[in-house]
């Protein structure tokens, strides 16, 4: 068992920046690949980025790419969600989820953090 939590979110501007933790306390969580997540009132959660294991290979949805980075840290028990240039439809709750290598399918993560809001206005 894995327990994420999740920390950082907040209300920024518009072209404002935050940074997102995902942190664990399990020494197994340097094994696992992380997702993060996002949910919108009244939308599905969405993929926004990933990375494996080792913090070699990331991936990002369309919408982010350019403006957010996800990292590991060291040692690789916490991961960051960096984001950057934040517009208003970034505005979300943000989740972080961890398995056994990367996906862009939720169904798939086995653990997951409680979620931390972000609220970006114009």
């Known amino acids: 068992q894995v327990q994420l939590v999740e920390s950082g979110g907040g209300l920024v501007q518009a072209g404002g920046s935050l940074r997102l933790s995902c942190a664990a306390s399990?020494?197994?969580?340097?094994?696992?690949?992380v997702g993060w997540f996002r949910q919108a009132p009244g939308e599905e959660r969405k993929f926004v980025a990933n990375?494996?294991?080792?913090?070699?290979?990331?991936d990002y949805a369309d919408s982010v790419r350019g403006r957010f980075t996800v990292s590991r840290g060291n040692p690789k028990n916490t991961v960051y969600l960096q984001m950057n240039n934040l517009r208003p439809e970034d505005t979300a709750v943000y989740y972080c989820?961890?398995?056994?290598?990367?996906?862009?399918?939720?169904?798939?993560?086995?653990?997951w953090g409680q979620g931390t809001q972000v609220t970006v206005s114009s």
């Open positions: 990375i494996n294991w080792s913090g070699v290979m990331t």
């Open positions: 399990e020494r197994t969580f340097s094994a696992y690949a």
């Open positions: 989820a961890a398995r056994y290598g990367p996906t862009r399918e939720d169904y798939t993560y086995d653990y």
